[in-house]
């Protein structure tokens, strides 16, 4: 089943090259099917890179997807161009009055700051705040995870000695979660931050259940016992070649960054990258859209509260 998207948004060409089926909205309107409706609060600097990165996520699912993309309406954004933004971007305040299926908040490269400090951080709260009466399930993505568990359970996140980057082994603490109906035993994510949340801040909370971590790279993810709030640390949703690209930015910054471990081989940057986290990425996100939007949400998205 398609994804369907504005008319337009670069992604459709990318996603069609890939044998991809995405639907525009003048062909979707045509159909008789109400859509799930995702919102996607996009935090990352290079948006369009990250829009394709999800919305490839999202369309592999027998579902319809109606996806509306909106971003902080307090922070300039120097990575997008503007016309961009303009006709492909909402703000918050116009959608506040709707309500939707699932929600995902996207990582930002913003983790080295305080909380409090990151600019934008009180529209941050005020959307996690509004997030709980009109949305079924929000699915936070690194940063953002770290800032929903800060938020809604005052879970601090620490800095790391060197950065966690790279591509990490994870295993399961319960394999009888619907979210991780189908995983493997050991299972591959990548992951690139500067700080952790850690199992001994979480594991006091009876609302929260950790179902995933590694041995290296730490806490994975973290839900609500309901499903209406998920926290993954990693980027499972990258592109093949988006570490490398992280890693060649911040060795041109002068960073000093480590090498992606488990991702080049022999940790080797000369050599193409091995991916081994396709198929957890594509079960992931469609485990979240099957069992936490799909078969929990109300027809009636005004029965959400």
Sequence with gaps: MPIK?????????VLNDENI???????????????????????????????????????????????????????????????HLDVFYQTFADVKENKFDGLIITGAPVETLDFEDVDYWPEMVEIMEWAKKHVFSTLYICWA??????????????????????????????????????????????????????????????????????????????????????FVTGHSEYDPLTLKEEYERDLARGDGPPVPRNYFPEDDPSQPPIIR?????????????NYYVYQATPFDLERIH
């Excluded at 998207?5 to 060409?13: E, R, S, T, V």
């Excluded at 290079?46 to 999202?58: A, G």
């Excluded at 986290?277 to 859209?289: D, K, P, T």
């Design 277 to 289: 986290w396709r198929s957890h990425a594509h079960l992931l996100f469609s485990n979240w859209l």
């Design 5 to 13: 998207i504005q008319d337009g948004l670069p992604a459709i060409k």
């Design 145 to 230: 995870a770290q800032a929903g568990l800060y938020h809604h359970y005052g879970v601090p996140k620490h800095p790391v000695a060197e950065k966690v980057s790279g591509v990490f082994a994870h295993g399961l603490t319960d394999r009888h979660i619907p979210l991780v109906r189908g995983f493997d035993d050991r299972f591959y994510a990548p992951h690139s931050r500067h700080t952790e949340v850690r199992r001994e801040d979480i594991e006091g909370f009876e609302d929260l259940l950790i179902l995933s971590e590694s041995e290296v790279s730490g806490i994975y993810i973290v839900m609500s016992r309901d499903g209406r709030q998920i």
């Design 21 to 83: 089926f995405v639907m525009t909205e003048s062909r979707a309107a045509h159909q008789d099917i109400r859509p799930l409706k995702i919102l996607i609060l996009n935090l990352m600097p290079k948006k369009i890179v990250t829009e394709t990165q999800l919305l490839r996520m999202l369309s592999n699912s027998p579902l319809q997807c109606e996806v509306v993309l909106i971003r902080p309406s307090c922070h300039e954004s120097k990575n997008t161009p503007r016309e």
